[in-house]
């Protein structure tokens, strides 16, 4: 990381600091910044990511659910970009209407997958 990345880097850590987060002994698995708590919630601040920890022996199956979760949300995501424009290109109100039906479903499976999401999470 370049000198102005470390400075950087270290003026949002302070910030998060002074905004009530602690710093915890734990390290990112994948830049190997402290980890910070914030509100129930581990984090690494330079990643922008939810850490969670699993005691050993739970490894997998916690890996395992957190990738279906994180590829769930990205169908969803997608699944919702499709719908609005599905609404864009509407040519009459029953088709808007549809589509708009499917983007609220779409939305309320994204409300419960992070339910879901932040429950794994505690």
């Given at each position: 990381m370049?000198?102005?990345g470390d400075?950087?880097s270290?003026?949002?850590m302070?910030e998060?600091?002074?905004?009530?987060?602690?710093m915890?002994?734990?390290?990112?698995p994948?830049?190997?910044t402290p980890?910070?708590?914030?509100?129930?919630?581990l984090?690494c601040?330079?990643?922008?990511?939810?850490?969670?920890?699993?005691?050993e022996?739970?490894?997998?199956?916690?890996?395992?659910?957190?990738?279906?979760?994180?590829?769930?949300e990205?169908?969803?995501?997608q699944?919702?970009q499709?719908?609005?424009?599905?609404?864009?290109?509407?040519?009459?109100?029953?088709?808007?209407?549809e589509?708009?039906n499917?983007?609220?479903?779409?939305?309320?499976a994204?409300?419960?997958?992070?339910?879901v999401q932040q429950?794994?999470?505690?």
């Amino acid at each position: 990381m370049s000198s102005t990345g470390d400075k950087e880097s270290i003026r949002h850590m302070s910030e998060l600091l002074r905004s009530g987060a602690t710093m915890t002994a734990d390290h990112c698995p994948v830049c190997n910044t402290p980890l910070f708590r914030f509100k129930g919630q581990l984090f690494c601040p330079k990643c922008d990511k939810p850490v969670v920890i699993v005691k050993e022996g739970e490894e997998e199956s916690t890996a395992k659910t957190f990738s279906v979760l994180g590829d769930l949300e990205k169908t969803l995501i997608q699944k919702i970009q499709e719908s609005n424009q599905r609404i864009i290109d509407a040519r009459g109100l029953d088709e808007a209407k549809e589509s708009g039906n499917l983007l609220n479903i779409w939305l309320q499976a994204m409300e419960r997958l992070k339910r879901v999401q932040q429950q794994q999470r505690e």
